[in-house]
């Protein structure tokens, strides 16, 4: 029930919505919407996966020190590394370019990724999950939604 300003109130059918389209990476893991989503089967899509390429933006996760030391040890790149940390969350990812080969490079690494994870050929593994899960601190590195509330 939803209470107009008249005070009159009146009720609606609860539509619930296929996807939530959030801000989602390893240093803004958005665990518990994660879990309300997939207990209402909705599915949780992340944008700014690979953290903000605003150079205002202090923080990145391309850079980061646990992310290039995995990516290093697997022989891939940074954006690879985050873009499999949210497949493996089951987290659809909408890595954004605006450089064609980084726009190549992400799509070929969802495509390895599809191709790999159904033999477990190749995944991070669950010590590399770990180190990437630890960064999580809730920094949004784009716009923060609390900020026009």
């Known amino acids: 029930r939803v209470r107009q300003e008249d005070g009159g109130e009146y009720e609606y059918p609860l539509e619930i919505p296929h996807v939530n389209q959030v801000e989602c990476h390893p240093r803004l893991a958005q665990t518990e919407l994660r879990d309300v989503c997939t207990e209402h089967g909705i599915v ?7 953290g903000s390429s605003d150079p205002a933006c202090q923080a990145t996760l391309l850079n ?3 992310v290039r030391s995995i990516a290093a040890d697997h022989d891939i790149d940074s954006a690879t590394v985050l873009i ?5 969350h089951d987290i659809p990812v909408i890595p954004k370019s605006v450089n064609p080969e980084h726009i190549r490079s992400n799509a070929q690494a969802v495509r390895l990724f599809q191709d790999d994870f159904t033999n477990m050929a190749f995944c991070l593994s669950e010590q590399d999950m ?3 899960d630890s960064l999580n601190d809730n920094t949004h590195l784009c716009w923060d939604p609390s900020d026009i509330l």
């Open 84 to 88: 499999w940390w949210a497949l493996q």
């Open 130 to 132: 770990n180190d990437l």
């Open 64 to 66: 980061h020190p646990t």
């Open 44 to 50: 949780l899509q992340a944008y700014s996966s690979l």
